[in-house]
């Protein structure tokens, strides 16, 4: 029964991170692009988390914390290009 | 424009320690488990390019005063001497050897020297990528 609910919360994940991969590609404006890769990378990790679940093992949860690293710094460094058009700045003005 | 940081550069400095240890634990759960030297090391600079992007490169610079060059060249130089090392003991060059000790609060531990070498490839993955990355960064 559990498994039944747990693919179906795959599946549901998986429907959800092709709607956002529809907006990151038509997309009208950068920050909606931005955005719905956030989206992406917050599915991906319900999707191994629950991955996780069904095979009832401790061996992704390095996984989860390497995505949502890797998405947070990603999301900063967008956010900041869309802000500044820079995203190392050598000296800050203030 | 006054510039206002305060919410990424206070997340910043508290995600940094928890990304920094994550990459310690990483380097150090290698060798049995998913982990070692080179993802170890891509976390670690993961969390010295989040400094750079929260900060800017002057301050990072003042606060860690390290030629990330030198990393990178001393990380190799330590993986050539471990594998060196093993033709001493008359081994093939870059054999690798392991022990079981008792250490006080570990108890039983495994100690081997590959820790060594995924030293030194932690270091220059660190070395490397922080450097290009800055480098790149360099407009103008």
Known sequence: ?94 | MRENDVILQTVSKVAVFIILTFGMYLFLSGHHNPGGGFIGGLTLSSAVILLYIAFDVESVNKGIPVDFKLVAAAGVLISVLSGTGALLFGADFLSQSFAYFDLPLLGKTELTTVVLFEAGVALAVVGVVVTILINISEDV
């Not at chain 1, 989206?39 to 914390?65: C, D, F, K």
């Open chain 1, 1 to 94: 029964m559990t498994t039944i609910i747990f693919t179906t919360a795959i599946v549901l994940f998986c429907v959800a991170i092709g709607m956002a991969l529809v907006r990151v590609i038509k997309g009208p404006s950068l920050p909606d692009r931005v955005v719905s890769f956030d989206v992406i990378g917050v599915n991906l990790i319900s999707v191994v988390a629950v991955l996780g679940a069904i095979l009832n093992t401790a061996a992704y949860l390095e996984v989860i914390l390497i995505i949502a690293i890797l998405a947070f710094i990603s999301t900063i460094a967008f956010s900041k290009y869309i802000e500044r058009g820079v995203i190392i700045d050598r000296k800050r003005n203030n």
